[in-house]
């Protein structure tokens, strides 16, 4: 196979602080994940504590563990890789061809369920997960790590045209941290694909269904306020999966390259902050008035409807903009041939789809009480996420549509929130 030497591209614009940011992030996020984790299991839940409750390091390594690690990934490829549901086209790439992608998520995510019912029926203690969890997460970091190590690696083997635009700096701390490969793949097998939404999503609530099992084993019963968080987490799971051909018009596919970022947010990340609340309450147990319930599960639904209607709206709009949903709305034409569409969703803010997602994530929350913050990290830290993501979007639409994109602000002024922000 021929090595490639790619020329850097030329000005590109590095963001997440730039160098800094690469060096200091993959070191920093990490340890966030396994302090947040650590906290959680103590009886203050104080996430500003002195003494910080380190563990010692024999909490963090467990051969079991790596197995467990090793075997889910192991499951969920096969699953991958099962001739069942359709296949999917993704967006025309740089060279004018189209990339196919198995559409089976939905049933990877049934199947698992289905073994894991088996496996509890059987006797096997989900809840020895959450005694598990540092060592977990310590091994999936470290399979975050090697993975981006190999897509650094086998970058160089790429043709140019397969690099992402913003990937390609020729600075190798930065181009390891945000990905020179736009879709690395191993046959037809898509790497950045798969690790989307299959490992760590669904790993995410196979730990909060261990959470719930761990209630039991010390209380009995499952409490309302984890069946809450159960319930909500595992629809938006659930919604992601059924509804996995939206993926392909992310800006994670479209846009970014395949590199430590995507790799330890999708492995990691995920899986280990996303569920905290869960992790909480095994420790911390709340008591929730059926009206207090009821004002969250509202609050969770009104979320979730603007979060699955607007992403749908423009997934709609983007495949076929004739289509008889969508055929009504106002759009504003741009130089690139591509319509904006500026009624419905889209001309309520500029991301109705982040308002959606963030009052979902607040429902998350609230269901912990409010005398601690570790719950209410997600919301907060996803809010921070998005505001940062929205402005990146923001960025590269105003350098692909130019005068259109300002035409849109100007008709759409509000960004997430109406007359807020
Ligand atoms: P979006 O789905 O918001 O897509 C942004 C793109 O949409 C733009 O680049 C542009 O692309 C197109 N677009 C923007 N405005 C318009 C318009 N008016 N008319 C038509 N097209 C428009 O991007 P994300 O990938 O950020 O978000 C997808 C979903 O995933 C969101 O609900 C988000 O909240 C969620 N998410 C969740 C995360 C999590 O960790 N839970 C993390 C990140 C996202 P183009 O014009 O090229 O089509």
């Given at each position: 196979?021929?090595?490639?030497?790619?020329?850097?591209?030329?000005?590109?614009?590095?963001?997440?602080?730039?160098?800094?940011?690469?060096?200091?992030?993959?070191?920093?996020?990490?340890?966030?994940?396994?302090?947040?984790?650590?906290?959680c299991?103590?009886?203050?839940?104080?996430?500003?504590?002195?003494?910080?409750?380190?563990?010692?390091?024999?909490?963090?390594?467990?051969?079991?563990?790596?197995?467990?690690?090793?075997?889910?990934?192991?499951?969920?490829?096969?699953?991958?890789?099962?001739?069942?549901?359709?296949?999917?086209?993704?967006?025309?790439?740089?060279?004018?061809?189209?990339?196919?992608?198995?559409?089976?998520?939905?049933?990877a995510?049934?199947?698992?369920?289905?073994?894991?019912?088996?496996?509890?029926?059987?006797?096997?203690?989900?809840?020895?997960?959450?005694?598990?969890?540092?060592?977990?997460?310590?091994?999936?970091?470290?399979?975050?790590?090697?993975?981006?190590l190999?897509?650094?690696?086998?970058?160089?083997?790429?043709p140019?045209?397969?690099?992402?635009?913003?990937?390609?700096?020729?600075?190798?701390?930065?181009?390891?941290?945000?990905?020179?490969?736009?879709?690395?793949?191993?046959?037809?097998?898509?790497?950045?694909?798969f690790?989307?939404?299959?490992?760590?999503?669904?790993?995410?609530?196979?730990?909060?269904?261990?959470?719930?099992?761990?209630?039991?084993?010390?209380?009995?019963?499952?409490?309302?306020?984890?069946?809450?968080?159960?319930?909500?987490?595992?629809?938006?799971?659930?919604?992601?999966?059924?509804?996995?051909?939206?993926?392909?018009?992310?800006?994670?596919?479209v846009?970014?390259?395949?590199?430590?970022?995507?790799?330890?947010?999708?492995?990691?990340?995920?899986?280990?902050?996303?569920?905290?609340?869960?992790?909480?309450?095994?420790?911390?147990?709340q008591?929730?008035?059926?009206?207090?319930?009821?004002?969250?599960?509202?609050?969770n639904?009104?979320?979730?409807?603007?979060?699955?209607?607007?992403?749908?709206?423009?997934?709609?709009?983007?495949?076929?903009?004739?289509?008889?949903?969508?055929?009504?709305?106002?759009?504003?034409?741009?130089?690139?041939?591509?319509?904006?569409?500026?009624?419905?969703?889209?001309?309520?803010?500029?991301?109705?789809?982040?308002?959606?997602?963030?009052?979902?994530?607040?429902?998350?929350?609230?269901?912990?009480?409010?005398?601690?913050?570790?719950?209410?990290?997600?919301?907060i830290?996803?809010?921070?996420?998005?505001?940062?993501?929205?402005?990146?979007?923001?960025r590269?639409?105003?350098?692909?549509?130019?005068?259109?994109?300002?035409?849109?602000?100007?008709?759409?002024?509000?960004?997430?929130?109406?007359?807020?922000?």
């Amino acid at each position: 196979m021929k090595l490639n030497k790619h020329k850097p591209a030329q000005h590109t614009e590095m963001e997440f602080g730039g160098t800094l940011g690469a060096a200091c992030i993959p070191v920093f996020l990490p340890l966030t994940v396994l302090y947040l984790l650590s906290v959680c299991r103590t009886p203050g839940g104080a996430l500003l504590q002195w003494p910080p409750p380190l563990p010692h390091s024999t909490f963090l390594w467990d051969p079991v563990a790596v197995a467990i690690i090793v075997g889910w990934i192991g499951l969920q490829s096969a699953l991958y890789l099962l001739p069942v549901g359709k296949e999917s086209e993704g967006l025309v790439l740089r060279d004018g061809s189209k990339l196919k992608y198995p559409i089976n998520g939905f049933h990877a995510l049934c199947v698992t369920a289905v073994l894991l019912a088996v496996c509890v029926c059987l006797g096997m203690p989900l809840g020895y997960l959450f005694d598990l969890v540092l060592p977990l997460a310590v091994c999936a970091v470290g399979v975050s790590y090697l993975l981006a190590l190999y897509l650094y690696i086998r970058s160089f083997w790429a043709p140019a045209n397969q690099l992402a635009l913003g990937g390609n700096t020729g600075n190798p701390l930065y181009d390891f941290f945000i990905g020179r490969e736009l879709n690395p793949r191993i046959g037809s097998f898509d790497l950045k694909f798969f690790c989307e939404l299959r490992p760590g999503l669904i790993g995410w609530v196979v730990l909060n269904a261990a959470m719930l099992m761990k209630e039991v084993e010390l209380r009995g019963s499952p409490s309302l306020a984890m069946l809450m968080i159960n319930s909500f987490q595992l629809l938006y799971v659930t919604d992601a999966l059924w509804n996995e051909e939206a993926v392909l018009t992310t800006m994670d596919i479209v846009h970014d390259g395949f590199g430590f970022m995507l790799a330890f947010g999708d492995l990691a990340w995920v899986p280990f902050t996303y569920g905290l609340q869960a992790m909480f309450l095994v420790i911390h147990p709340q008591t929730l008035s059926p009206l207090s319930a009821l004002g969250i599960i509202l609050l969770n639904g009104v979320g979730y409807y603007i979060f699955r209607k607007s992403n749908s709206q423009k997934n709609q709009f983007r495949r076929d903009p004739t289509h008889k949903s969508v055929a009504h709305l106002e759009t504003i034409a741009t130089a690139t041939g591509k319509r904006l569409l500026v009624s419905g969703w889209w001309g309520f803010v500029r991301h109705p789809n982040y308002l959606g997602d963030i009052l979902m994530a607040l429902a998350w929350s609230l269901p912990c009480g409010v005398s601690h913050i570790l719950p209410y990290f997600y919301v907060i830290y996803f809010s921070v996420l998005l505001v940062h993501r929205e402005a990146r979007d923001e960025r590269q639409c105003r350098a692909k549509y130019g005068l259109a994109w300002d035409t849109y602000c100007r008709r759409v002024p509000y960004r997430i929130i109406p007359y807020i922000y």
